[in-house]
């Protein structure tokens, strides 16, 4: 079987700062003898209203392990986007404040293209301005989340120029896997578990709510 792990660029690695895309990240290290090729992206896209750990978790990751292009939407660049830094980030909703003037009202469980926008978007223009017209985006989805790999692999959000990869599903691997994968490491996302990344996500349930 060949290991999903072995990078063949084009091809953009999603970071989303939580434990389980960073542990998709060190995989595709380990595999390619710690180094990745030119063609191959280590990209954490900000919306602006991540968790502080998080921003934080990411920046040691590009310290610690390989560089991680951070970028944001910007509705007024001709790119669609920006790169930045933990430094330069945006840390007051900026981007998502301009997703919602861009289409004109609030996005919700429904209409998430806060997602779509936020991130999707920025990525795709991430890859086009560097001159690819097709590449591979992996997904940090394991195997014990089939409905979303399921769910995402039939739509592909639409774009003709991607082809999505889910390596950690591939793997089998499971959460139980990612959780002993942070144990054993010097450092860690000092967010629980529980905790999504982004302060105000709108799939919140009530449980967590509550919690926070």
Same mark, same amino acid.
């Given at each position: ?93 900026? +981007? $998502?404040? /301009?997703?919602?003037?861009? =289409? ?12 779509? %926008? *936020? ?47 889910? +390596? $950690?599903? /591939?793997?089998?691997?499971? =959460? ?12 860690? %996302? *000092? ?22």
């Amino acid at each position: 079987m060949t290991d999903p792990f072995l990078a063949r660029g084009p091809l953009i690695l999603n970071v989303s700062g939580g434990r389980t895309s960073s542990y998709m990240l060190w995989r595709y290290l380990d595999a390619n003898n710690g180094a990745l090729p030119p063609d191959v992206f280590p990209v954490f896209a900000n919306v602006g209203d991540e968790q502080p750990e998080t921003l934080d978790f990411v920046a040691e990751m590009g310290r610690r392990w390989c560089p991680i292009h951070w970028i944001e939407y910007r509705r007024d660049d001709p790119a669609g986007f920006a790169e930045v830094d933990h430094a330069t980030a945006a840390r007051r909703c900026e +981007p $998502l404040e /301009a997703i919602t003037e861009a =289409k004109g009202f609030l996005f919700n469980p429904v209409m998430r293209f806060c997602t779509q %926008l *936020g991130k999707i978007k920025p990525a795709v223009a991430f890859m086009a301005a560097r001159g690819y017209e097709h590449w591979t985006s992996a997904l940090g989805l394991r195997r014990d989340e089939p409905r979303r790999v399921a769910r995402h692999s039939a739509t592909d959000h639409g774009e003709p120029r991607v082809d999505s990869v889910y +390596p $950690l599903h /591939a793997a089998g691997v499971t =959460k139980p896997d990612v959780e002993a994968f942070w144990r054993a490491q010097p450092f860690d %996302l *000092g967010l629980p578990w529980w905790l999504s990344n982004c302060r105000g996500c709108i799939n919140k349930s009530s449980a967590i709510l509550e919690r926070t």
